[in-house]
């Protein structure tokens, strides 16, 4: 039986967006450069990076997840590393969609905190048996969660 799920929207990202912003905002953060952890943490890290006016970007290559409840022993960092320029700033936010096990998160922030000054980390959700909290958390839940960007998509067929 598979387990109940949370589904995302494209509006409830917007929504997301727009929250977590704000409490980065009122905490007075303001970051140099965001990491997106890719892939799951590419849309939000963009629309984040738009909402605060943050230029500086970078992307980081993760695999954890190979399918529904099914994961590596570990994270692995995958090449390529990003510029290690981008990621030795004053202030770096740490962007992913979501913090289940929180290793992945607890990877990055290691690796990046060689790097940066202050690393903090957004999440549009976190699990309750996360072994890291992030900074900035959208919604906590316990369920598996349907990503708009990671749904499956027909193609359509035809002539163009």
Do not use: Q
């Amino acid at each position: 039986m598979m387990p109940e799920r949370e589904r995302m929207s494209w509006e409830d990202l917007g929504h997301a967006v727009r929250d977590l912003a704000a409490h980065i905002r009122a905490d007075r953060y303001e970051p140099d450069a965001v990491l997106a952890l890719a892939r799951g943490g590419l849309p939000l890290a963009g629309a984040l990076a738009y909402a605060l006016g943050v230029k500086s970007m970078a992307t980081l290559n993760v695999e954890f997840y190979t399918g529904v409840d099914e994961r590596l022993e570990e994270p692995l960092l995958l090449p390529p590393v990003p510029d290690l320029a981008v990621l030795a700033t004053e202030r770096l936010l740490v962007v992913d969609d979501v913090a289940d096990t929180g290793r992945t998160l607890a990877l990055v922030r290691e690796f990046c905190a060689a790097h940066a000054a202050e690393v903090r980390t957004a999440v549009l959700y976190e699990k309750p048996h996360s072994v890291v909290r992030a900074d900035y958390v959208w919604r906590r839940t316990d369920r598996w969660i349907d990503f708009p960007w990671s749904a499956p998509v027909a193609l359509a067929t035809g002539t163009h």
